[in-house]
T-cell receptor, first 116, second 111 residues
Framework: NAGVTQTPKFRVLKTGQSMTLLCAQDMNHEYMYWYRQDPGMGLRLIHYSVGEGTTAKGEVPDGYNVSRLKKQNFLLGLESAAPSQTSVYFC???????????????FGAGSRLTVL | GIQVEQSPPDLILQEGANSTLRCNFSDSVNNLQWFHQNPWGQLINLFYIPSGTKQNGRLSATTVATERYSLLYISSSQTTDSGVYFCAVEGSGTSYDKVIFGPGTSLSVIP
């Protein structure tokens, strides 16, 4: 049982290049989230999804797009990377809102992105 | 949207000391979780605690949802407790479905 898997783990981009980060979960969770973590700023929500085919904006959505074509996958795209997007990106999933019992947010290991 | 604050931002403890970390939130929430991020960046859930008190070994947490705060207690701290502690809330109303994190408390436990 792998939980939440993020690929790639590391990536270096040049300004203006595009790329996609993949998040895959095998727990049949409904909710999925993308966060970025910068030094001293905690985790900020970029986009999230409440189910297959749905996406919504979080706190810092500008410069990113997402898709959830399959329930198990949540993709984060950067169309034209900028140095300000240098960060560590975390994906997380949640079983469902209103679920009985503990409903714990489960994280991937993170993806470190550097934009030169 | 909902605002989450944590205090103190930084904390240095001698091994064996006790500490209390606080999380305040600006609106009613449906759930609250505490996480520990270890020095390797891994995020581990400590508590799922929408209300009440829970204990797990040397750690315990209390959430008073009506007063919009939660506390994380660390007793007899060890060097392995070092890292960053985050609280995260599941919002209500316009913040429903979002899970918002506080800025964290960075803890260093020295031998």
């Amino acid at each position: 049982n792998a939980g939440v898997t993020q690929t790639p783990k590391f990536r270096v981009l040049k300004t203006g290049q595009s790329m996609t980060l993949l998040c895959a979960q095998d727990m049949n969770h409904e909710y999925m989230y993308w966060y970025r973590q910068d030094p001293g700023m905690g985790l900020r929500l970029i986009h999230y999804s409440v189910g297959e085919g749905t996406t919504a904006k979080g706190e810092v959505p500008d410069g990113y797009n997402v898709s959830r074509l399959k329930k198990q996958n949540f993709l984060l795209g950067l169309e034209s990377a900028a140095p300000s997007q240098t960060s560590v990106y975390f994906c997380a999933s949640l079983r469902e809102r209103g679920a009985s019992g503990a409903n714990v947010l489960t994280f991937g290991a993170g993806s470190r992105l550097t934009v030169l | 949207g909902i605002q989450v604050e944590q205090s103190p931002p930084d904390l240095i403890l001698q091994e064996g000391a006790n500490s209390t970390l606080r999380c305040n939130f600006s609106d009613s929430v449906n759930n609250l979780q505490w996480f520990h991020q270890n020095p390797w960046g891994q995020l581990i859930n400590l508590f799922y605690i929408p209300s009440g008190t829970k204990q797990n070994g040397r750690l315990s947490a209390t959430t008073v949802a009506t007063e919009r705060y939660s506390l994380l207690y660390i007793s007899s701290s060890q060097t392995t407790d070092s890292g960053v502690y985050f609280c995260a809330v599941e919002g209500s109303g316009t913040s429903y479905d979002k899970v918002i994190f506080g800025p964290g408390t960075s803890l260093s436990v020295i031998p």
